[in-house]
């Protein structure tokens, strides 16, 4: 090479080398300063999304690019995180003046989607679509966000000094301003469409409000009819917290705000006083209360640590025997049948991976709407406890200090199976006897006060003096006699199971949704190799699920009358969106059908079931019905039929969310979003956890139609 190189003279070396270096510096400018489309423009959410130019925002795909602050989104390395998935694509834009490759790529993409409609995922799209007015009102547009996810308003000039930078906010009125625009959607959004949180009209919402917004965030007052009302209920009651009838402590340690009321408020009046923290306890007048584990647990947060998530379940069947128990002294002391009316009411609590789990008393049998929820607390009835306010404060602040023990906040959060680990390895038992035990020698509010210290170093569990005789919960080389008998003993008197873990606890309470049927024995076996073929079923269109061969073994895993025969595409989540309610309503009279899950961490897996899906209060199908896994094995589980053990649990579903099979623990249970699920071992098919992990986030879900 060298010797053909020679051949060249210094002039011409010097123009070759001029040659490269001007292209190489022009490819680098094509790349760096490509034009941007002239247009941006919404698409709905679809499974047949231009993937070369879309960009999807405040949720996860499978395979986009993300803009998004949800965890598992798929989000440019380059990109800064924020708080809210608006932060984020604002962040995306200013960082085009500068060298930033994954910035220009995903900011030069001409549709941007979302697969729902709320302040967040609106203010997403609005931003990467008008640009220069976004970047021109950026303060407003972030607190906005914050405001709308987060339910957390900087109305005070305290707030806007310690957290105003958070959100690019420097005075007052950008605040209150934000609170405007956000109540202008709110109110229009109630009085022109379904009900907030519901997917189904989304793209209908989304091209109303996006020609619109523009004209009231320039002008808010010019719109004063229509924000007002919320906007004085907002304010008002944020200044009613500050007065002299509420109150609102800060218990450290424990990430809890404790707010007291006369009565229920509007969400943003109550979280405005709680920026910082995590849980919140409401008091409101006659023994009222809630406990919310509030969104910030939920998604990445950079702003500050947050605290992990607990399972609210094991809180839920301490508070139910304590509410028996206050109740029938209450009956007694009145000289009242001790059958009052008050135990008609239950503590419920959603489940872990809920966007905003909430503890409630409710009366059996009553479900919330979907409304009713994630609406605000004066929108849904809250009912009197027997439990007096010092006594419920103490429990909670005992419960969150328990499970807290030798935690602290996280920058970023906590992954799902970070939360997954640190619940499974609390012994709830122990803390149950111990709470028991101080209330038996009065003095829990005494003992709550004295454990409010900062959490670091402190053991996971109680010392082995405190272990519960039986085998779980126990610890190594702990004594079953002496202090352990006065806290048992408690507990047999207020009819908690003396020994046992976080399972005993969710059975002590009724049963929640998150949970299956415990079963007294252990049938789990090795799963059947599905049956290889070469032919993969005839589909009504593609599917984003599963992969043609894993199909083809399923397909010849059909029990003789429907293999061969075409499959229909029920629902999916890429094409229909996210709900359980779209799903429900398109699976009314299908049957049989074939459900499809895939989860974050790559595994593939669902549920052939016989009846069609319906509401029902108990389990429904047949024993044809077996759960298989496609990724990363190709396995199935039939049913196991045991004469002596009731094991007929294949299909439930209700508004918490859908389940097959729950004896043990359900086989496959998804929540009424569809964005979280969970597996384990159970015993109605002898199956293993068929998921990535017992705990999973959902990537896809599909349901399908076998002639």
């Known amino acids: 090479m060298s010797e053909d190189w020679s051949l060249f003279g210094p002039t011409a070396q010097y123009g070759l080398f001029s040659v490269a270096f001007l292209a190489g ?68 834009l200013q960082a085009r003046s500068g060298w930033n490759r994954d910035a220009i790529v995903i900011t030069h993409k001409r549709y941007v989607t979302t697969n729902h409609f709320d302040t967040d995922s609106f203010l997403s799209c609005w931003c990467y679509i008008n640009r220069k007015a976004a970047l021109e009102h950026e303060g407003v547009l972030r607190h906005m966000a914050r405001i709308g996810d987060f339910r957390e308003a900087f109305l005070s000039p305290d707030l806007i000094t310690a957290h105003g930078a958070e959100d690019h906010v420097t005075f007052i009125r950008e605040a209150y301003t934000a609170l405007k625009l956000c109540c202008w959607i709110n109110t229009l959004e109630a009085r022109l469409f379904s009900a907030p949180y519901e997917a189904r009209d989304c793209a209908a919402k989304m091209a109303w409000f996006l020609p619109r917004f523009e004209r009231v965030l320039r002008d808010p007052e010019n719109a004063w009819g229509d924000w007002q009302q919320e906007y004085t209920r907002v304010v008002s009651g944020f200044d009613l917290l500050a007065g002299a009838d509420c109150m609102v402590e800060t218990p450290p340690g424990l990430g809890l705000a404790v707010l007291s009321a006369p009565e229920p408020l509007h969400y943003y009046s109550l979280f405005s006083h709680t920026i910082g923290y995590d849980v919140v306890l409401m008091m409101y007048d006659d023994n009222r209360y809630e406990v919310e584990e509030k969104y910030t647990q939920f998604v990445q947060l950079v702003s500050r640590p947050t605290w992990p998530r607990l399972d609210l379940a094991p809180l839920a069947a301490v508070l139910n025997k304590f509410e028996a128990q206050f109740a029938a002294a209450s009956a007694i002391g009145e000289e009242e049948d001790a059958s009052t009316p008050q135990l008609e009411l239950q503590w419920v609590a959603n489940s872990l991976t809920d966007t905003g789990p909430l503890l409630r008393l409710q009366r059996r049998g009553e479900n919330l709407t979907k409304a009713q929820r994630y609406g605000h607390p004066y929108e849904r009835p809250i009912y009197s406890s027997a439990i007096p306010p010092r006594k419920m404060q103490a429990i909670v602040q005992s419960f969150l200090g328990f499970g807290l023990q030798g935690l602290k ?39 709550a006060a004295a454990a409010n210290t900062p959490a670091a170093g402190r053991r996971r569990s109680l010392p082995a003096a405190y272990s519960i005789s039986g085998n779980a919960g126990k610890q190594p080389g702990a004594s079953t006699t002496g202090v352990a008998a006065a806290p048992a003993a408690a507990a047999a008197a207020a009819g908690l199971p ?155 579903v209700s508004h918490e969310g859908i389940g097959v099979g729950g004896a043990g623990h359900w086989a496959i249970s998804l929540d009424e979003e569809l964005l979280r699920g969970s597996s384990g071992p159970c015993d109605t098919f002898a199956s293993p956890s068929l998921a990535s992990r017992e705990e999973f986030e959902i990537i896809a879900v599909e349901l399908w139609h076998v002639h």
């Open 498 to 652: 003396a020994g046992g873990d976080l399972q005993q606890l969710h059975d002590a309470a009724d049963p929640t949704f998150a949970r299956g049927f415990t079963s007294p024995v252990n049938l789990q076996r090795p799963g059947l190799p599905l049956p290889a073929s070469a032919s993969p079923p005839t589909l009504s269109q593609p599917s984003v699920v599963a992969q043609p061969a894993a199909l083809a073994a399923l397909a010849a895993s059909l029990p003789p009358l429907h293999q061969g025969n075409p499959w229909l595409l029920i629902y999916s989540t890429a094409r229909d969106g996210i709900s359980l309610a779209t799903m429900m309503r398109k699976a009314e009279k299908v049957a049989p059908s074939l459900l499809l899950v895939r989860d974050a961490g790559g595994a593939v897996f669902g549920a052939y079931v016989t009846d069609a899906w319906r509401y029902a209060p108990r389990f429904y199908g047949t024993g044809e019905s077996y759960v298989f896994q496609l990724e990363p094995q190709r396995l199935m589980w039939g049913w196991v039929n045991t004469p002596t053990l009731r094991n007929d649990f294949f299909q439930y």
């Open 409 to 447: 906040p996280e920058p970023g959060g906590w992954s799902w199976a970070d939360l997954q680990d640190i619940n499974q390895q609390i012994h709830w038992q122990d803390w149950a006897s111990c709470l028991l035990e101080q209330v038996s020698r009065g003095d829990l509010e005494q003992a």
């Open 25 to 92: 510096a022009r490819l680098l400018y094509n790349l760096y300063n490509s034009p941007e489309p002239e247009s941006f423009s919404f698409l709905p959410w679809a499974d047949d999304l231009p993937e070369d130019d879309t960009v999807v925002v405040d949720c996860t795909h499978p395979s986009l690019p993300t803009l998004s602050h949800h965890r598992g989104a798929n989000n440019p390395t380059g990109v800064r995180p924020a708080d809210t998935s608006t932060g984020i694509v604002l962040n995306a």
